[in-house]
């Protein structure tokens, strides 16, 4: 099936041909990499299954023990082939379309600088387990962004030791080619919880554009004029549509010196999809340039210059063509 690009921006133009001649080859050998590694998942679970059956008829508790130890190891193992092989083709997958767009890639990374005020913000809980990978980092009609991948837990201790994860999605930060001086902070309405959730002493909440959004969202900032600025209606469109095409990705933001800071939890987004099905290479494709597209959405309304908020039924097409 062609790819169909998700909207009529430049950057998009040439994406059809760019998947038939650098993608489309890269199908085939996927699609049997796919099945290889499912075959081989599915040996190895058979292997485990007959030894575990012999080991509960051994008499005592060894041979239980025993069997517990070769299913953890089996299901650890074939996990691995087939993660092994998903790793390889989101590696290739993306980094090509990532690459064709002019944006640099990396699979796996440390924590990057500007990781920090998503922690400072509360944009995130803390936690003493992180990981880090598919970070993108690119630019658009002039204005820097990038995204990254964090997978972050929390090891408690004491008698009943466990680890739990406290985030796991995208981290995106933009630049904003125009001076503000205040910090807003923008969360999903908790209801009554909202309290708890204020920054610090020196936030004030934040009336937003309408009703439907003030059911939406819950903002704080130390300056509400500028706050007003920055969260218009088309601005907090862009925020919506970012979470629908997330699949409701509990979005939470923050405005500071010039950056824009966003949170969705998604899980594993980046990556070529479910190995339990047959690929369609354009349609992961397609997925991944529509994000993209969102996000030059949400870049286009934040990097133009306001002096006062935006009342009015305007839209993204509006900004573009302003």
């Known amino acids: 099936m062609p790819l169909k690009p998700p909207s ?57 023990v025993l069997s517990m130890i070769i299913a953890v190891f089996g299901f650890a193992i074939a996990g691995a082939r087939i993660n092994a092989v998903r790793a390889r083709m989101t590696e290739r997958w993306i980094g090509r379309t990532v690459a064709h767009l002019g944006f640099t890639y990396q699979r796996e990374r440390s924590r990057p600088d500007y990781a920090e005020p998503f922690m400072r913000f509360g944009l995130v809980r803390s936690f003493n387990r992180e990981q880090w990978e598919d970070e993108i980092v690119g630019d658009h009609d002039g204005v820097s962004f990038s995204l990254v991948e964090a997978h972050l837990k929390k090891r408690t201790g004491g008698k009943r030791k466990r680890t739990r994860t406290i985030f796991h999605g995208q981290m995106i930060a933009i630049d904003i080619p125009w001076k503000f001086d205040g910090v807003t902070i923008i969360k999903r309405d908790a209801g009554v919880m909202n309290a708890l959730g204020k920054p610090g002493k020196q936030f004030q909440r934040v009336g937003l554009a309408s009703s439907k959004f003030e059911k939406a969202f819950e903002a704080w900032s130390t300056d509400q004029v500028e706050a007003r600025v920055l969260l218009d209606p088309i601005m907090l469109e862009r925020f919506e549509e970012l979470e629908r095409l997330f699949g409701g990705a509990k979005l939470r933001a923050a405005f500071e010196a010039g ?64």
């Open 8 to 64: 009529t921006r430049a950057i998009f133009a040439d994406a059809p041909v760019f998947f038939e001649r650098d993608i489309a080859p890269l199908v085939n050998d996927a699609e049997r990499r796919r099945r290889s590694a499912l075959r081989e998942a599915a040996g190895i679970a058979l292997v485990c299954a007959v030894l575990i059956v012999f080991l509960l008829t051994v008499p005592g508790d060894t041979g239980a």
């Open 259 to 322: 950056k824009l800071y966003i949170v969705l939890e998604v899980g594993d987004r980046l990556n070529v999809g479910s190995m339990f099905r047959p690929i369609d290479g354009a349609a992961r494709i397609e997925r991944l340039l529509k994000e993209f597209d969102i996000i030059f959405d949400l870049i286009d309304v934040a990097a133009r210059k306001t002096t006062t908020a935006v009342k009015g039924p305007l839209s993204v097409a509006d900004v573009r063509a302003g």
